[in-house]
């Protein structure tokens, strides 16, 4: 009865333990752990950046062979890269002295951390998985998870990290052309005859009206009515029917109104 009894708490074990992974396209389990260099790495400080990850056993024979290759086929290719980042992580949980020995044999020039077999068993959903390739994409998401040795598939990991920074690198482009604010410019040209351009920038996707009165506040009409995307946006007021004067052109983006006054002179 006790040998049936251990051997379902043992069933139940490694049940959980294949459950305690994650897969491609799902979100990278977060971890800390420390360096050689003695420093604090913690996955979640790497938002932004493609996070190349080496699971690696400090003394085992494959991993020593294979890697150099993530160093010259893998992280040499992409260190220059300002979104990129490599990391090896010790599955063995060997000291520090052992991890620098292995770093010496390989040649491996990235930051190597210390103590990380729990990381794997998040990862893989157990301890012996090692010798295996990791990507994270900019957002914190797995895009490429090894099954075999780094030397079957360094060609594919390579693939997906050029992939994912063209991403980060796109992402961040756009990111950075957003406007800071919502704003209204002035119209162009003014004074006008018979028609003017109105630009307006959002700084997060909004309804909007731009609108145009008078100077008695009697609205003329409706140039922009609806849902519009984060950036610049340019409209064109045609007056040909209207008689020369001061009008006035109002912005209505969420809560933010602005005014601006304009001037058509035939």
């Not at 063995?92 to 292995?102: E, H």
């Not at 491996?108 to 990507?135: F, K, P």
């Amino acid at each position: 009865m006790k040998v049936v009894i251990w051997l379902f708490v043992l069933s139940l074990f490694i049940s959980s333990q294949s459950l305690a992974q994650v897969s491609v396209g799902e979100k990278a389990p977060d971890f800390t752990l420390t360096s050689l260099e003695n420093e604090q790495i913690a996955l979640s400080d790497l938002d932004g950046k493609v996070v190349y990850i080496f699971f690696f056993g400090a003394n085992c024979p494959h991993c020593r062979d294979n890697g150099p290759i993530t160093e010259t086929e893998i992280y040499l290719n992409f260190k220059n890269e300002k979104n990129f980042i490599a990391l090896g992580i010790d599955t063995w949980n060997t000291s520090a002295a052992t991890v620098t020995n292995f770093k010496n044999v390989t040649g491996i020039t990235y930051s190597l951390l210390l103590n990380g077999e729990n990381v794997l068993v998040d990862y893989y959903g157990n301890a012996s998985s090692y010798d295996r390739s990791v990507v994270i994409n900019a957002s914190g998401d797995i895009t490429y998870k090894g099954t075999s040795y780094v030397n079957n598939d360094f060609e594919a990991v390579n693939q997906n990290i050029e992939e994912e920074l063209a991403l980060a690198t796109s992402n961040e482009d756009i990111i950075t052309e957003l406007p800071s604010s919502i704003s209204l410019g002035q119209n162009y040209p003014n004074p006008f005859n018979p028609s003017t351009s109105i630009s307006y920038a959002l700084n997060e996707p909004s309804e909007v009206t731009v609108t145009i009165y008078n100077m008695l506040g009697v609205k003329i009409t409706t140039l922009e009515n609806g849902f519009r995307s984060a950036g610049e946006h340019t409209v064109t007021f045609d007056a040909s029917s209207l008689s020369s004067g001061i009008y006035i052109y109002r912005l209505t983006a969420g809560t933010t109104t602005l005014t601006k006054r304009m001037t058509l002179l035939k």
